[in-house]
């Protein structure tokens, strides 16, 4: 029933700067990023909740990406500085309705995703 529609995906040099985001068709409990790069398996990047009250970020990530949202827009974001090649990979927005909020992979609605370059 959630249509996501994720944009900003691009190319850039190592230790730039991306800001990519998320359109949803209506509002939602729990939204996140997850993403997969070339040969591996998808992986949570960053959840957000109660009006970006609360949020959960990978280790991997944690210090150079933030996400946050604009509730009135039900738009998603995710600011990502001092990118590494083990960025790269194919982005994917998510929501999830039922309850329980957190870095898992059971979301109910997934976009189709956006690529993330980042060249050495």
């Known amino acids: 029933q959630v249509h996501l529609v994720e944009s900003g995906g691009g190319s850039v040099q190592a230790g730039g700067s991306l800001n990519i985001s998320c359109v949803a068709s209506?509002?939602?409990?729990?939204m996140g990023w997850f993403r997969q790069g070339p040969g591996k398996e998808r992986e949570g990047v960053a959840v957000?909740?109660?009006?970006?009250?609360?949020?959960y970020y990978a280790d991997s990530v944690k210090g150079r990406f933030t996400i946050s949202q604009d509730v009135a827009k039900n738009t998603l974001h995710l600011q990502m500085n001092t990118l590494k090649p083990e960025d790269t990979g194919t982005y994917f927005c998510?929501?999830?309705?039922?309850?329980?909020?957190?870095?898992?992979?059971?979301?109910?609605?997934w976009g189709q995703g956006t690529q993330v370059t980042v060249s050495s």
């Open positions: 998510a929501a999830r309705r039922a309850y329980g909020c957190g870095m898992r992979d059971d979301f109910d609605y």
């Open positions: 957000i909740y109660a009006g970006g009250f609360t949020r």
């Open positions: 209506d509002s939602n409990y729990c």
